[in-house]
C-alpha cells in the first residue's frame, strides 16, 4: 500500500502526514504505516485522530502545517492508502502535492511508479508499540535518524480554520458534526450517518441516487418515500468527504448544474468571492453549464482533463476561482482539492442570500426555484452519464479505436447518426481532447473522444482510471435546451434520441456484449 513514498523517498528525514483516504481507511493500516515510517528513517508522522482526515482536510493539513512554500518542514510528503497503484489517475500511495496541498501532478506520480519498479526492499519496525490514535498528543521514539515523532492531532481544526447532511458513515461525519451543529447551530437530528464507521455501516459511501438512499427517501425522490414532508435542502458526501451530492425537496441537482450556479451566485452570496472571480473551470466530460454562466459574466473559463490535479495549477497561478466535476465534485481555490463540505456551504450560503427579504413569513426560494431560475436565465443542458463497468479491457479498447478511426470521416458519422435518429442534429466536429495546461505547458493527451454537433448536444466516451476490474467505459450525453419553455423536461427522456445515436454509432453492444449500462446517473 505505502510502498510508493518509499520509492520516491528512499532515505527520508521526511515529515509525514497519515490520512486514512476515506474510502479505504483503516486503523490497522495506519500502525503499519507508522511501522514502515519508523524503520525507514521518516522524522514525524502526523495522523488525523482516529485516522478521520478528510480529502479536503489533508489539503488543508498541508496548507497549514508544510506550508505552500515548504518552509513548515523539510520533504515533507503525504502519505495516503493507495487503491489504484500504477493506474493512470493520481490515486499513488503519495498522491498529494507538497507545495500546494492538491493532487500530485503527472511527473510526481509517474516518477514514483518508476521508482516502486527499482524497489528491493523496505523495513518495518515491528517492535514498535501501537500508537493511541484516539488521543490527541505526541508520541516520541527513538528512529534509526534520531528521534521519531508520531503526532495525533485534531482533524477538524486545520479545516475549519478554513472555513441536512448525509455522511454515508464516512470521515465527513466528523466534519459535518463540528461545522453543521456545532459552529452553525443545526440539529443534530439533521445528520444521517455521521458515525464515521471502517465498513461504511455495510452502505456504499457514494454520494449518488443510487447509493444514499437513505437520504434520497427522506428527501421525497425514492422508491419508498418517507410519509413526512421532506425538508427544503440535504446533501451527501463520499467517505473521504471530498464529494457531493445536492437535493432539495424531491429534487436533484446535477453536479454540472451545481458548479454552474454557485459560480453564477458567488459574488453576491457568498462573501469569499466578493471581489470578484478570478475565473471558471470544469473537466472536459462535464456539462458545458459552467462555460454559460462564464460568457455571461465574462469571466476566465477553462476545461481540463478529468482529475483534479490539472484545476490545481490554474488555482496556484491565480487564473480559477471555482472549478467542478461531472464526477459530484466541486470546489474553490480555498484549498486544492474538492471539498464535499464547501459545497453544501456553498448552497446554504446562496439558499440564505436569495430568502434574505423572505424570513417574515413569505414562501422560500427553494433549491428547485433556484435552479429553474438558472436554467430560464442560461438555458438547461439536459446531461446523462452511461458506465458500463467490468468491460473487457481488449473489447473496450477496440471500441476506442474504432471511434478514433471514425472521427475521419465526419460525412461517414452523420450517415450513421441519421440513419439512427433523424431528428437529431449534424456532427460538426469529432476528436480526441487534448490539453495545453497554460501555466506550465505540459500536454495531455488522448482525454476523452468527443462529437460535438451543430446545436450545441454533445458525446463523450471515455475509460476511467479508477475502475477496478477489466476496463470501466463512461459515456457522457448532453444536449443544450435554450427555449425556457421546453427546460423542464425529464432528462432521460429529452436524451433518449441521443442516447440511441451514441449506441449506433460506437457499436456498444457489438463490441461489449452489453445491452444496458451497469449504472446511470
Ligand atoms: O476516471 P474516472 O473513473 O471517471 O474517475 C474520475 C475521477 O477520479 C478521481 O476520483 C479524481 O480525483 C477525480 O477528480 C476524477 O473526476
Known amino acids: ?103 500530485a501532478p503527472e511527473a510526481i506520480t509517474d516518477k514514483i511508479f518508476e521508482n516502486t519498479k527499482t524497489l528491493t526492499e523496505y523495513l518495518i519496525a515491528d517492535d514498535l508499540p501501537n500508537v493511541d490514535i484516539s488521543a490527541t498528543g505526541i508520541s516520541s521514539f527513538e528512529g534509526p535518524e534520531g528521534q521519531f ?115 453564477a451566485n458567488a459574488v453576491d452570496a457568498i462573501p469569499y468571492f466578493s471581489s470578484g472571480l478570478k475565473g471558471v473551470a470544469r473537466s472536459m466530460p462535464t456539462s458545458a453549464a459552467l462555460d454559460v454562466v462564464a460568457k455571461h459574466l465574462n469571466l476566465k473559463f477553462f476545461e481540463v482533463p478529468t482529475g483534479w490535479k490539472f484545476f490545481g495549477n490554474l488555482m496556484d497561478a491565480g487564473m480559477c476561482s471555482i472549478c467542478g466535476e461531472e464526477s459530484f465534485g466541486t470546489g474553490s481555490d480555498h484549498i486544492r482539492e474538492k471539498d464535499g463540505i464547501w459545497a453544501v456551504l456553498a448552497w446554504l450560503s446562496i439558499l440564505a442570500y436569495k430568502n434574505k427579504d423572505n424570513l417574515n413569513g413569505n414562501k422560500l426560494v427553494t433549491v428547485e426555484d433556484i435552479v429553474r431560475q438558472h436554467w430560464a436565465t442560461y438555458g438547461r443542458h439536459y446531461y446523462t452519464r452511461y458506465d458500463y463497468e467490468n468491460v473487457d479491457a481488449g473489447a473496450a479498447k477496440d471500441l476506442m479505436a474504432y471511434l478514433v478511426k471514425l472521427q475521419s470521416s465526419l460525412d461517414e458519422i452523420d450517415i450513421i447518426v441519421k440513419g439512427a435518429r433523424s431528428d ?88 461489449t456484449g452489453r445491452s444496458a449500462p451497469t449504472v446511470i446517473t
Not at 490520512?19 to 521518516?42: E, T
Not at 493507495?82 to 507545495?99: Q, R, V
Not at 497554460?438 to 463523450?460: E, T
Open 149 to 263: 515523532d508520531v503526532d495525533v492531532f485534531d482533524s477538524a481544526s486545520d479545516y475549519v480554520k478554513l472555513m441536512n447532511y448525509d455522511a454515508l458513515h464516512g470521515v465527513a461525519g466528523a466534519y459535518a458534526n463540528r461545522i453543521f451543529v456545532e459552529e452553525l447551530g443545526a440539529q443534530e437530528s439533521s445528520l444521517l450517518n455521521c458515525v464515521p464507521k471502517e465498513d461504511f455501516g455495510g452502505g456504499h459511501p457514494d454520494p449518488n441516487l443510487t447509493y444514499a438512499k437513505e437520504l434520497v427517501a427522506r428527501m421525497g425522490l425514492g422508491k419508498s418515500n418517507s410519509e413526512v414532508e421532506p425538508p427544503e435542502f440535504g446533501a451527501a458526501a463520499d467517505g473521504d468527504a471530498d464529494r457531493n451530492m445536492i437535493l432539495g425537496k424531491r429534487f436533484f441537482v446535477t453536479p454540472s448544474d451545481s458548479v454552474a450556479i454557485i459560480a
Open 1 to 103: 500500500m505505502s510502498i510508493e513514498c518509499f520509492a520516491m523517498f528512499p532515505k527520508m528525514s521526511a515529515t509525514l502526514v497519515v490520512s486514512g483516504d476515506g474510502r479505504y481507511y483503516s486503523k490497522d493500516a495506519i500502525q503499519i504505516i507508522i511501522k514502515m515510517s519508523a524503520a525507514n528513517g521518516v522524522r514525524r508522522v502526523w495522523v488525523g485522530q482516529n485516522g478521520l482526515l478528510s480529502t479536503p482536510a489533508v489539503s488543508a493539513v498541508i496548507r497549514e502545517r508544510v506550508g505552500a512554500d515548504g518552509s513548515k518542514a523539510t520533504g515533507a510528503f503525504i502519505l495516503t492508502a493507495s487503491h489504484n497503484p500504477g493506474g493512470p489517475h493520481e490515486d499513488f500511495g503519495i498522491k498529494y502535492n507538497m507545495g500546494n496541498g492538491g493532487p
Open 424 to 511: 437529431v442534429s449534424n456532427v460538426v466536429n469529432a476528436d480526441e481532447f487534448e490539453y495545453k495546461d497554460p501555466v506550465d505547458g505540459s500536454i495531455s493527451k488522448h482525454q476523452g473522444i468527443r462529437f460535438l454537433f451543430q446545436d450545441g448536444s454533445r458525446l463523450v466516451f471515455r475509460l476511467s482510471g479508477t475502475g477496478s476490474e477489466g476496463a470501466t467505459i463512461r459515456l457522457y450525453i448532453e444536449q443544450y435546451e435554450k427555449d425556457s419553455s421546453k427546460t423542464g423536461r425529464d432528462s432521460q427522456e429529452a436524451l433518449a434520441p441521443l442516447v440511441e445515436v451514441a449506441l449506433k454509432l460506437s457499436k456498444m453492444q457489438e463490441f
